[in-house]
């Protein structure tokens, strides 16, 4: 094979593997959408803006900070679950909304009732664990996020399961009016 003609071929393969993730990203969380069970949870927003990335409200859930209990984990010591570590949070209806329930290392076993969901342990400080899900990030217009974030408001996110525990977010409201999502 000429030197020319192992090139192109390099760089089809190069196209194509870039092409070949990108709809795998995106098939991703099309099937977490179309395919996962939903939870409605709460949340205290705050407007950062970002120089690349434009205007987002940044979502603080309230089941990002879960109350350690030895109860409810197979966590023998917090000090040994490194920072951007993965661990597993239970949610379980309360009322209207989801609630943390449960933190384990290693993927539990759970009711009918139940989901579980993938986090990344942050920190954790006198009794209280924080975890990201990787939803914390909602992008609105430009000049939109000072007026979501009002404290008047109430913000409440409607997010999807995965079987997998992946999490992803469905819909946004702001005092009960779902907001134009994109």
């Known amino acids: 094979m000429s030197p020319s003609r192992r090139f192109k071929f390099l760089f089809a393969a190069v196209v194509a593997a870039q092409i070949v993730f990108l709809i795998w990203l995106a098939a991703g969380r099309y099937l977490i959408l179309a395919g996962g069970e939903s939870a ?64 384990y290392r290693n993927r539990p076993v759970v009711a ?18 924080r975890v990201e899900y990787g939803i914390e990030r909602f992008y609105v217009p430009d000049g939109q996020g000072k007026h979501i974030e009002k404290p008047s408001h109430t913000i409440e996110v409607e997010v999807k399961v995965g079987k997998r525990g992946d999490v992803a977010i469905h819909r946004v409201f702001l005092d009960g009016e779902e907001l134009p999502f994109s």
């Open 112 to 129: 009918d009732d139940q989901l579980l969901v993938k986090a990344r342990f942050l920190w954790h400080y006198d009794g209280k664990v």
């Open 40 to 103: 409605l949870l709460r949340t205290v927003p705050y407007d950062p803006y970002h120089l690349m990335m434009g205007n987002y409200v940044q979502l603080n859930y309230t089941v990002s900070e879960i109350e350690f209990s030895e109860h409810h984990t197979d966590i023998e010591d917090l000090d040994q679950i490194g920072h951007g570590e993965s661990v597993y949070v239970v949610w379980t209806k309360g009322g209207k909304y989801h609630e943390a329930t449960g933190l």
